[in-house]
Every structure is written in C-alpha cells, then in structure tokens.
C-alpha cells in the first residue's frame, strides 16, 4: 500500500470539509449572548465604595499642608513621632 502525504486521510475533517461547512451554516446563530450575573461580597463593595470617594477627592491640598507646616514651624502645634507610630501601629495592626 502506497501513502500519498498530500492527500487527507479517509474519514478525516479534511476529507469532510465541505460537509462540515455545510452542516456548520445550518445551524442558527444566536440572537444575544447574555452574560452570567456578578455579584460581589461586602468587602468587594466596600472598596468599590472608597475608591468611588477617593477618586473624587484632590490628590494633596497643598494649602493645609502649608498651613501645618507653618504651625509647626511656629510651635503652635506639637510633634511626637512615638505617638504618630503608635497610631499607625494601632490603625494597620502589627503587621507594620
């Protein structure tokens, strides 16, 4: 038995290609495709939430630090670095 490489092998999508063609433009095409429902958690709210806010608030206002920088300068206002650690410590936890 002799193999001819150029031609598709009995039984083969290529040797039914055409009635695959066919068969494939027979059948209908769907009117929509609706996508599943999401539904987020509390959490995932939550954030959507601040960042919602966040995104509507100025990056830096750039006159109130001024004005604190100024206050401080003055001595109007008091700085104790361990306080502001024990802040941050007791705001984000101990993961710090």
Known sequence: ??????APAAGS???????MQESAAALPMAAAVVAPEVQVGAQA??????QAQMAQMPDVDAARVAEIKEALARGDISFDPRKLAQLVQ?????AL
């Open 1 to 6: 038995m002799k193999l001819n490489p150029l």
């Open 13 to 19: 999508a290529a040797a039914h290609g055409d009635r």
């Open 45 to 50: 709210a939550s954030v959507q939430r601040a």
């Open 90 to 94: 007791r705001h984000h936890g101990s």
